[in-house]
Each structure stands twice: as structure tokens, then as C-alpha cells.
């Protein structure tokens, strides 16, 4: 087989390392980091069952904190989508800022892909229209508690790994974060 550069061909990195398409498909899939932002109230009744379906989905917790997340942070995770709405924006911020907030890197293969399909939309009730078990269908109230903030792509999540674990993490397969560029 051809050598090619496949970080450049899926747009993971800037760095290019010429390796085999065999030799990248014989390692199977690329163990990722992700952050899951348990909003407040939601990680407060639920935590016991929200860390089992972790577990289940063979996630590995690699980074945990109890936060009170600072308006301009809450401001940050927002889509762009929800920035447009004046009335919108100011919920999301109150309730992001009104309580603690538990915040989890998680690791796995394709950890950012698996988490975003676990939760489900952001509508809880489209979320329950879908899938019953989507965990926003299980667990959010209402397009702002909606329980769960996962990192949307796996740039984002190396934005959100560095914003709340600047002092690193627990697992030798997250150092790459280092050398990430957001």
C-alpha cells in the first residue's frame, strides 16, 4: 500500500506523519478524550445512574470537577444558535450560572462521537420522540435543562479539556492534548 498522510486526509491535525492505510486500520479506532458538562440539578438527583451509563458505554473517566461555572465561561458553550436569541441567551447563561455544575472528561474510542449520540438532541421532547433512552430524553426537562453540554466536535473538545483541566489529566493516551492546537 501507499504511504499517505491520513491526519491531513480527515483534517485531524496541521502535522503530517506519512503511515500506511493498512497499518492506521490495523490499530482500529483512536482513543479520544471528551467533556460532559452535567448542568445544575441535573448530576445533584441523578449522579448514581448518570456514572452507570458511563460505565456501560465503556467510557473511562479520566477528569472530574464540581464547578460554579463563571458567566463568560456558560457564555462559551453556548451553539450560535442560541447566541441569536436575546431571551434565549440569558436563560441558558442563568441557568448554567444559577447552581454547581459537574464537569467529566471522558475517554474511549471515538469518545466525542459516542457521547453527542448518547445524548440526543437538545430538545428533550424531540430527544423522547427519537429515543426514549437518549440520556436528554431521560433527564432533561426543557431546551435549556436539558441536563447535559458535550463537546460538539473533536476540536471543541480540546478546547473544553484545556478551559477546565488546564492542570492535565489523569491518563498517559490524553497527553496529545499538549501538542493539539484549537
Keep these: 500500500l501507499k504511504s499517505i498522510c491520513f491526519s491531513c486526509l480527515v483534517g485531524e491535525s496541521q502535522r503530517c506523519h506519512a503511515e500506511s492505510l493498512f497499518t492506521y486500520l490495523q490499530t482500529g479506532a483512536q482513543i479520544l478524550c471528551t467533556v460532559l458538562l452535567i448542568k445544575p440539578g441535573a448530576w445533584s438527583h441523578s449522579l448514581a445512574r448518570i456514572l452507570k451509563k458511563i460505565d456501560l458505554e465503556k467510557f473511562i473517566v479520566v477528569g472530574m470537577k464540581h464547578i460554579n ?12 444558535e442560541v447566541k441569536q436569541d436575546p431571551a434565549g441567551l440569558e436563560a441558558h447563561c442563568t441557568y448554567l450560572t444559577s447552581g454547581t455544575a459537574l464537569v ?31 440520556w436528554r430524553a431521560q433527564y432533561g426537562i426543557s431546551t435549556v435543562q436539558n441536563g447535559f453540554y458535550g463537546s460538539k466536535s473533536y476540536q471543541i473538545a480540546v478546547r473544553d479539556m484545556k478551559l477546565f483541566f488546564p492542570e492535565g489529566l489523569c491518563c498517559a493516551e490524553c497527553q496529545t492534548l499538549e501538542e493539539e492546537e484549537v
Design 69 to 80: 461555572l463563571e458567566p463568560d465561561i456558560a457564555l462559551g458553550l453556548l451553539s450560535s
Design 104 to 134: 467529566l472528561c471522558l475517554q474511549r474510542p471515538n469518545a466525542v462521537k459516542k457521547l453527542i449520540d448518547l445524548l440526543g438532541p437538545e430538545d428533550p421532547k424531540l430527544a423522547q420522540a427519537l429515543d426514549p433512552f437518549l
